[in-house]
């Protein structure tokens, strides 16, 4: 292969252009400045245009000169950049080191550097061609000398050390133990400070917020934590040397006096992909251009702005021509990557976004293909079910792999996690994949990683919990269950309970063997922590996996996923060595906190998804910017799916006051439908032959504009059912006969039609269901689909109290009744409230009375806990319910109203939780009120028509929202 090598390098110069195609590769003879590319499979010859040529060889003219191009993908943005390079250096205007090129993106910057030395001579140097983030290393390292050296933190350190510190910040309204919450408010700060807002400008925007009355007091509040928790970040930041970040080390570079000798070094400026610019980026890269004697291209895709999660600016296309008026616009009108059908669909799909450059500047840049082949266009695979998707995926890439010799092939995704069932059935096909998707999730690299988090973290039960119920140990379920249920009791951490069951076995119901099972783990730890002092990572997971025979199986190959499994573990193993060497330590307990962050963020920096070409490629949209494929498959093009959105976000206002213009709604980076549009965009133009839009369900509405159809209307299968000896028969409509069939429903939720039974015998439950969700009831009481009850334990405790009370004629002891019970600490809160709030006389109290009534057809049966004087009407309930209706109170008093008892003076919902107790006096209005919603509801319940009522109260706690088609989801797992 080295000879091969040698060969090739010494043959007469020709550029290799691989990012345009595996079947496209384009040549230049490095010293002609017509820049001519011959095709090697084809010998057709393509020569740059005369606006290419012009931007190539333009002359600077004055003190400073820059050239911005806006371009889409494929139109050869970074060929340009490249061969300005290449013209400077081999027509001598420029010596290389004269010459800077920047690009906000890790790819951008390898593809920029190959074309760079394809198209220069081997004898010249190669100019500075850098991605932004390391240039700004690389700069504040050169000028440490005047600045105090520090050491530059990464994204774990920061993280680890701003959990660290997260109490002191003061934020009352985040729960400090949820590291998700402590994770949004450390990405929000970063973002602040991306955006180059100082703390002093965020606490005094939401002084003036609030003085202005436009917001609710509690947006405020949070802001104003929010704005004084910034601060103190900032000012730790300051404190702790060992803290510096890029963005620090760009805020600190900005402002040196030695800065200006960096600038003067470099008169050629280049940089791409500028759509990942952030607003605090911007202004180093603004002062650098204004240097004087700067000639810069500046060049970029705003449609192509995904990065917003980092910071990038979706206005920073505006902020660029601000900053530089008089600089020239160019636009490139030839794609050399695409076919025209995968052109059209991204042109049809992102047009629909409103405020894009191209609409505001009304400069064209539509472009048209230069891809001289056959294109499978863009097309459309919808399945009812997951199975049927992945196996459909895997036949058609079989197909696409038997018609084309090699092709490049991608399937990409929003999230990794929605790639590993596609990445499994794929493997299952024979087909090879070259994925990392999910790979700490994995049960092997799980089991690893559970083993390791319990040596070194004996508090962590949730990972002991995974080595126990691994195949190393195999714990029964009934064992873990049992155990589970003793870790709950002794309110320890499981390593704790674990050690108490092998010294206190009689006390608890657990085997024999279950307790030699724990000897065993508990053992194996203790002789593990041992060896994690002196013995390297790598040798506790391999000593691990040898003595479970794990290692055995796995080595021995008997089929593909063993094979596989076995082929993670060595994954595993050498980002373990990895990791010790980076660390300069092997020990466990300089490694394993790495690795958990690592695990935190899905990170897996060890192999390059993209370096075996021969392989499937499977990554998520935003891993394949700056790549291309022949075929790309878009996987969950569904209706349902959104970009996962910021949990807060930085205040308009803040934003136009800071940048000094009115910044566009889009450079909010919330969930709107611009930004999936720029998502879907991405992933398009990364197809050069043909692309897939992927879904199990209803697919997406922009998968219908990037192919130019209008969207299906719904339908729906109504059953109707005369009377009960017929049997139901099924009926296709459209959506819009549903919704004129049923005029009172709100299409856009379920319903369900089901007879209501001509008797039946109702409780306030029934009552409650049909006023809190109709289709609940349904549910519930026609369908009579079973739950899981749960019992109220409070309840039985008072009327446990009551009875003692009027059994002995005295008010039982508190603290003895308490502790002859073994009550929790809330019931006893419940009963010393209650103690205090009812009175010390019994004798008029009637305990559990009750009433049966006849509604219309139907009996309506309940109890009150204790009348006083047979007039006062009293139900226990710990439930909270609105102040403005109460259902108990309502469906109580009309049934103290028409029961047998007596006339009511008033009735009241007893909460032990509360000292005040919620009641309703007897009025001719509350007479009326209570009998109308009771015949409101009865209505309900017989209207045959269940029509869905979604909330976050309803839904959250409704036993039935799994299986419901309008069920409330929250958009977040953070309590923000």
């Known amino acids: 292969e080295m000879q091969t090598r040698c060969a090739t390098f010494l043959q007469p110069r020709r550029a290799t252009f691989r990012n345009y195609g595996s079947q496209r590769n384009y040549t230049t003879d490095a010293t002609s400045d017509d820049m001519r590319y011959r095709s090697h499979d084809d010998h057709r010859s393509f020569s740059l245009t005369t606006e290419q040529r012009r931007i190539v060889q333009h002359e600077m003219k004055g003190e400073n000169d820059q050239i911005l191009v806006p371009s889409g993908p494929g139109t050869g943005k970074s060929f340009l950049l490249a061969a300005r390079a290449a013209h400077l250096i081999t027509n001598n205007i420029a010596k290389p080191t004269e010459i800077l090129a920047l ?35 690389e700069s504040f390292q050169e000028l440490s000398g005047s600045i105090k ?6 994204f774990i350190e920061q993280l680890s050390s701003f959990r660290r510190n997260f109490s002191s910040l003061g934020l009352s309204k985040i729960d400090q133990y949820n ?69 620090d080390q760009i805020e600190t570079l900005s402002s040196h006096p030695s800065f200006a000798q960096l600038c003067e070094r470099y008169n ?21 251009l204004k240097f004087p004697r700067k000639f810069a291209i500046v060049a970029g895709d705003d449609d192509q702005s995904i990065m917003g999660f980092r910071g990038a600016n979706l206005d920073i296309f505006r902020i660029f021509s601000r900053a530089f008026p008089n600089c020239q616009v160019v636009t490139l009108g030839n794609n050399y990557r695409c076919t025209q059908p995968i052109l059209d669909a991204s042109r049809l799909l992102i047009s629909k976004n409103p405020e894009r450059s191209e609409v505001i500047s009304g400069i064209s840049r539509k472009s048209r293909s230069l891809v001289d082949e056959e294109s499978e266009g863009v097309k459309l695979l919808s399945f009812s079910n997951s199975i049927e998707h992945d196996d459909a995926v895997a036949l058609e890439i079989s197909q696409i792999l038997e018609n084309y010799e090699s092709p490049k092939i991608a399937i990409l995704a929003r999230k990794s996690s929605e790639l ?169 307990s300089s490694v394993v906190h790495h690795l958990r962050h690592l695990e ?141 069939r049923n005029q009172t429903l709100d299409s856009s939720r379920f319903a369900l039609k089901k007879k209501f039974p001509e008797a039946m015998t109702l409780t306030f439950q029934h009552f409650l269901a049909a006023a809190t969700c109709p289709l609940k009831f349904c549910y519930q009481f026609l369908l009579e689909i079973p739950t899981i009850p749960k019992p109220d334990p409070i309840k039985p405790a008072v009327q446990k109290f009551m009875e003692i009370w009027q059994k002995t004629g005295r008010k039982p002891d508190r603290q003895e009744f308490v502790d002859s019970n073994s009550l929790d600490p809330e019931m006893t809160e419940a009963i010393q409230k209650f103690s205090q709030g009812i009175g010390d006389d019994i004798s008029t109290f009637k305990l559990n009375v009750p009433f049966n009534i006849q509604l219309e057809n139907s009996t309506v049966d309940g109890q009150f806990d ?111």
């Open 103 to 137: 690009s906000f993106s890790e790819q951008g910057t390898e593809n920029l550097q190959e074309l760079v030395d394809l198209n220069t001579p081997m004898s010249s140097y190669t100019p500075t061609i850098q991605y932004f983030p390391h240039f700004i290393g």
């Open 149 to 154: 050296p520090l050491k530059t933190a990464g």
């Open 179 to 247: 590291p998700v919450d402590v994770k949004n408010i450390w990405e929000y700060f970063q973002l602040l400070r991306k955006n180059a807002i100082s703390p002093q400008s965020y606490s005094s925007f939401i002084t003036n917020l609030a003085t202005s009355g436009q917001q609710l007091e509690s947006y405020i509040d949070l802001h104003r934590q929010l704005a004084s928790a910034f601060e103190k970040y900032t000012e730790m930041k300051r404190t702790q040397s060992n803290s510096i970040d890029t963005l």
């Open 268 to 288: 050629h400026v280049l940089i791409d992909n500028l759509q990942d610019c952030s607003a605090l980026e911007f202004k180093l890269i603004e002062k650098l």
């Open 420 to 588: 590993a069932p596609i990445a499994r059935k794929l493997l299952q096909n024979g087909l090879p994949v070259n994925s990392q998707a999910n790979f700490y999730d994995r049960p092997e690299v799980s089991l690893i990683l559970s083993w390791l988090f319990s040596l070194s973290f004996p508090s962590d039960s949730k990972s002991l919990f995974l080595v126990m119920a691994s195949k190393a140990y195999q714990f029964s379920g009934e064992d873990l269950a049992r155990i589970t249920e003793i870790n709950y009791q002794e309110k320890n951490s499981l390593f704790e309970t674990l050690k108490i069951l092998t010294n206190q076995m009689p006390k608890y119901e657990i085997s024999e063997e279950c307790i030699t099972k724990v000897k065993d783990l508990l053992a194996d730890l203790e002789s593990a922590r041992e060896d994690a002092k002196s013995e390297p990572t790598t040798v506790l997971v391999y000593n691990f996996l040898k003595s479970k025979n794990l290692l055995q199986d796995m080595l021995d190959k008997k089929d593909f996923q063993v094979e596989s499994q076995g082929n993670n573990v060595s994954t595993m193993l050498q980002l373990l060595e990895n990791l010790q060497n980076s660390r300069n330590s092997p020990l466990a």
């Open 600 to 740: 935190e963020k899905g990170d897996l920096p060890l192999l390059d998804d993209f370096e075996n070409s021969r392989k499937i490629q499977l990554s998520t949209v935003h891993g394949a910017k700056d790549r291309e494929f022949d075929f790309v498959f878009l996987v969950n093009s569904n209706s349902s799916h959104r970009v996962p959105s910021s949990n807060l976000e930085i205040p308009m206002g803040l934003l136009n006051q800071v940048t000094g213009h009115e910044v566009s709604q889009a450079s909010q980076r919330d969930n709107t439908a611009s930004e999936e549009r720029r998502v879907i965009y991405t992933a398009l133009t990364r197809a050069r032959l043909g692309f897939y839009f992927t879904s199990v369900g209803k697919p997406s509405s922009h998968v219908y504009q990037a192919l130019g159809k209008a969207q299906p209307r719904s339908t729906f299968k109504l059953k109707i059912k005369e009377n009960q000896d017929e049997d139901e028969k099924s009926e296709e409509v459209s959506g819009q006969e549903f919704l004129e």
């Open 866 to 976: 204790w009348t006083e004087n047979d007039t006062e009407f009293s139900v226990i309930s710990t439930e909270s319910f609105p102040i403005s209706q109460n259902p108990l109170l309502e469906f109580h008093f009309w049934a103290a109203q028409n029961s047998q008892i007596s006339a009511p003076s008033l009735v009241q919902q007893v909460n032990p939780l509360r000292k005040k107790w919620r009641q309703v006096q007897n009025s001719p209005e509350k007479s009326t009120s209570s009998n109308h919603w009771v015949k409101q509801q009865l209505d309900v319940m017989k209207s045959g028509t269940y029509l869905a009522n979604p909330s976050a109260k309803n839904c959250e706690a409704c036993p039935f929202h799994h299986i419901c088609p309008s069920a409330y989801k929250r958009k977040t797992k953070s309590s923000i």
